[in-house]
């Protein structure tokens, strides 16, 4: 997943993608869900669209 162009892991709440993998299904995904930076370690809420 990307925020703002930077990497970035899932490391919790749900993201659930489109049946066809098109992209984010955000009306059954959580509506924020926390990230970690890959670079810098840093956790921070995303939203997931």
């Known amino acids: 997943m990307k925020v703002d162009d930077r990497q970035v892991y ?3 709440r749900n993201v659930v993608m ?3 993998v098109s992209g984010v299904d955000v009306r059954n995904s959580d509506s924020s869900v ?3 930076d890959a670079e810098s ?9």
């Open 41 to 49: 370690g840093k956790l921070e809420f995303a939203s997931p669209d």
């Open 18 to 20: 489109h049946e066809d």
């Open 34 to 36: 926390v990230v970690m």
């Open 10 to 12: 899932i490391i919790a």
